[in-house]
């Protein structure tokens, strides 16, 4: 029904369109997850872990693009925030597929570094962690 009323909104992606929508939705996907692995390195030193996600968190849904698009933002204010790993989670892929003019080589790569970070901080936290751990039989 609703196609019917506004046809206009019935669009399909080209292949190409796809294949970039693809490849950062799976790189959004993984560097989510390394950050959140990253943060869950914290357990080692505190009992709420969850605290510093959820800081996270509070940058993640203003600077992603969850709350509103990151073209609401002034430009100077937005060029920053596309060199954080927080638009690549959401406002990259979804960008992609709507047809905002955005910079897929760009994007990719900065997402990915960021990944690469996360990556190398997680094994170094985990590393420091296991030194420090010590668990008690039940």
């Not at 206009?8 to 292949?15: C, G, R, V």
């Not at 937005?78 to 960008?95: G, N």
């Not at 080589?105 to 690469?116: Q, T």
């Amino acid at each position: 029904l609703f196609f019917w009323l506004y046809p206009k909104a019935f669009w399909i992606p080209s292949w190409k369109e796809f294949l970039f929508l693809a490849i950062a939705t799976v790189v959004a996907f993984s560097l989510r997850f390394v950050s959140q692995y990253t943060f869950a390195m914290f357990a080692f030193w505190t009992e709420r872990a969850s605290a510093i996600e959820q800081f996270w968190f509070l940058f993640y849904i203003f600077l992603s693009g969850l709350i509103a698009p990151l073209e609401v933002f002034p430009p100077l204010v937005r060029e920053i925030v596309l060199w954080t790993p927080f638009p690549y989670f959401l406002y990259f892929p979804a960008a992609l597929v709507i047809g905002f003019p955005v910079n897929f080589l760009r994007g990719i790569l900065i997402a990915l570094g960021w990944g690469i970070l996360f990556f190398f901080l997680n094994r170094w936290l985990w590393r420091r962690g296991l030194q420090q751990y010590s668990g008690m039989g039940a």
